[in-house]
C-alpha cells in the first residue's frame, strides 16, 4: 500500500485481557519502529526492527510487551494482561535503512476499562 | 543517542515566518537532526533532516549551526494548518522524540 497501515484503529478492552495490534509497513521498507503516546504527552519509543537483525526492545515498559516481525513484512504488538496505564496510542513507523525519514501510521488507540 | 532541547510552545502570526530552535549539545558526528510535527489525532508527519549542511525542501528550511550543536526550522509563511507540536530529534539508529514545540498560528 501506500502507506503504514496499522489495525485496528480503535480497541476497547478489559482489564487482564490480552491484545494484538497489528503494523502493515510500506513494501520495501525494512526497518519498522513502534512508539506509544499517552494522552497528552509526547510520543515513547517501543521496539524496532531492522531487517533480520535481532530488535532492539530497550524500550519495552515490562514483560507483559512482546513484539514480533516477519521478515521484512507485518508486526504485531502484543499486550499481555492488560493494564489501564496501558491505555495510549500505540504507533507503528517505518522506513528504508539507514537515515531516511519514518513514515507513521495512524495509530491504534488503546482504552482499558 | 543525543537529546534535545525545544522550547514549548511558540507563537506565529499567519503568513509570518515560523523560527522554531531546538538545542542537541551532546550530537555525535556521524547524527542527523530530524525534524517531525504531530497534528491533533494524527501520526507524526516527516519534515525535514540534515546532517551538517542546511537543507530546504517543499515543507521547510533547516539551518544547522557550524558546531552542530543547534538547529532551527523555519517555515518560510506559516499557515493555520501548521498549527502542531514540532520535534526535534536526533537520529542514531532510532528516533527517540522529546516533548517537543507547540506551535500555535493565529489569524
Known amino acids: 500500500g501506500a502507506g503504514v497501515s496499522q489495525s485496528p484503529s480503535n480497541k476497547v478492552t478489559e482489564k487482564g485481557k490480552d491484545v494484538e495490534l497489528r503494523c502493515d509497513p510500506i513494501?520495501?521498507?525494512?526497518?519498522l519502529y513502534w512508539y506509544r503516546q499517552r494522552l497528552g504527552q509526547g510520543l515513547e519509543f517501543l521496539i524496532y526492527?531492522?531487517?533480520?537483525?535481532?530488535?532492539?526492545k530497550s524500550g519495552l515498559p515490562s514483560d507483559r510487551f512482546s513484539a514480533e516481525r516477519t521478515g521484512e513484512s507485518v508486526s504485531t504488538l502484543t499486550i499481555q494482561r492488560t493494564q489501564q496505564e496501558d491505555s495510549a496510542v500505540y504507533l507503528c513507523a517505518s522506513s528504508l535503512a539507514g537515515p531516511y525519514g519514518y513514515t507513521f501510521g495512524s495509530g491504534t488507540r488503546l482504552t482499558v476499562v | 543517542d543525543a537529546k534535545t532541547t525545544q522550547p514549548p510552545s511558540m507563537d506565529c502570526a499567519e503568513g509570518r515566518a515560523a523560527n522554531l530552535p531546538c538545542n542537541h549539545s551532546?550530537?555525535?558526528?556521524?547524527?542527523?537532526v530530524y525534524w517531525y510535527r504531530q497534528i491533533h489525532s494524527q501520526g507524526p508527519q516527516y519534515i525535514i533532516h540534515g546532517l551538517k549542511n542546511n537543507e530546504t525542501n517543499e515543507m521547510a528550511s533547516l539551518i544547522i549551526t557550524e558546531d552542530r550543536k543547534s538547529s532551527t526550522l523555519i517555515l518560510p509563511h506559516a499557515t493555520l494548518r501548521d498549527t502542531a507540536v514540532y520535534y526535534c530529534t536526533v537520529y542514531g539508529n532510532k528516533l527517540v522524540f522529546g516533548a517537543g514545540t507547540i506551535l500555535r498560528v493565529k489569524s
Open positions: 513494501s520495501g521498507h525494512t526497518a
Open positions: 526492527f531492522q531487517g533480520n537483525s535481532a530488535p532492539d
Open positions: 551532546t550530537i555525535s558526528g556521524n547524527e542527523y
